[in-house]
């Protein structure tokens, strides 16, 4: 085969030429203003050798140039991107496409056989847009429950990240911050990811990639109804902020009859309350991990009983712990004091004017000490009670016990004169 640029064969009149690469929104980047380099057939395509038009790029700050690996004919083939050789429509690897589309695209591999069966591809693509995808792909693509579980519904531009720098594994880069290439640790040798065919990524078999997926796929979560019937209405979680009662109603109507719709724009989530159990199970099998509203995946739940939630929030969540004694039994004794060391104050009646035998002789353990001296001795010399019994008169009883805290010794507190 001649891969001459100034031969004028068969071959050079039918190597690709293009002005703009296919290429999904994660290869192309969050930069609206990217700018690429072009190269005319600057490349073999790694799929079917043939040469066509490159394109280099820089998708965004700290991400590492990307550059297109096969041509546009083999990319429109499988409906994929020229750079990832991912799903354009879902993102994902060939074969878990094809396993859950059930296609079986037995695509020659042998050099000349596959150079004719491209000029036949080639020849139908001609006639269409260039929009659809060809072959048996594009004959039985179409929407998928298992696909849009799998699909990401946002770019992925953590793909994008620089190499790891091979002198940082070894300690010896120097550049610091200034090195363009990533400075993290490498995946272990026996990791499965590390060991990645583009050949095999295209045509669909051995994809470490696709067979992660498809375990992942096997282990998904379902979502099991309530065994109370009488719960008919759905949780509706992780709503965009600009969602509004009508466009809810619009996605859940068509499951059945909707009883009432509570919308809960602070917390982001709804309630969607149907009339009858059957169409409530109907829009949970639907929806759960499959609707997308505004570019958002939504969280589908069943909602909880009102009579359980209220039994919950009734129950005694007390218990005992070892080394705290009981609560007392008055439950107003905030002083642990003794029954004859309580008192009640007759009604009408000052604090002055209480007779000698309502005084509790606690009261004056620290301040009637025979040898306490007041600060006014002629005042206190002279001083009665409202009863006429003279406070110096009450002998007062020596504690039943030893001082339990030093703080409470009047001794230490300057009430006995030394």
Known sequence: ??????????????????????????CLG??????????RFGKECKICTR???IFRWCPGARMRFKKTEICQTCARLKNVCQTCLLDLEY????????AALKVVDNMPQSDVNKEYYIQNIDAQLQDGDGTEAAGAVGRSLAANEMLSKLARTAPYYKRNRPHIC????????KRGEECPYRHDKPNEPDDPLCEQNIKDRYYGRNDPVAEKIMKRAASLPTLEPPEDRNITTLYVGN????????ELRDQFYQFGEIRSIALVPRQQCAFVQYTKRGA????AERTFNKLVIHGRKVSIKWAHSQAKQGTAAKTDRRFDVAGIPPPSAKPNDYFNLRQEQINVMPAGMKLHQLPSNLVPASAYQMYGQPTYAAPYSNASSTATSTSGVSLDSITIPPPPGQVPYPSQDASRMGAVKK
């Open 1 to 26: 085969m001649s891969m001459s640029k100034t031969t004028n064969t068969y071959n050079r009149q039918n190597w690709e030429d293009a002005e703009f690469p296919i290429l999904c929104q994660t």
């Open 30 to 39: 969050d930069n609206p203003y990217v700018r690429m380099i072009k190269e």
């Open 51 to 53: 040469p066509f038009t």
């Open 91 to 98: 993102g994902l690897p060939i074969q878990v496409r094809d």
């Open 166 to 173: 091979s002198f940082w594994v070894k300690g010896e880069c």
């Open 239 to 246: 709503l965009p902020e600009e969602i509004t009662e009508p």
């Open 280 to 283: 409530a199970e109907l829009a």
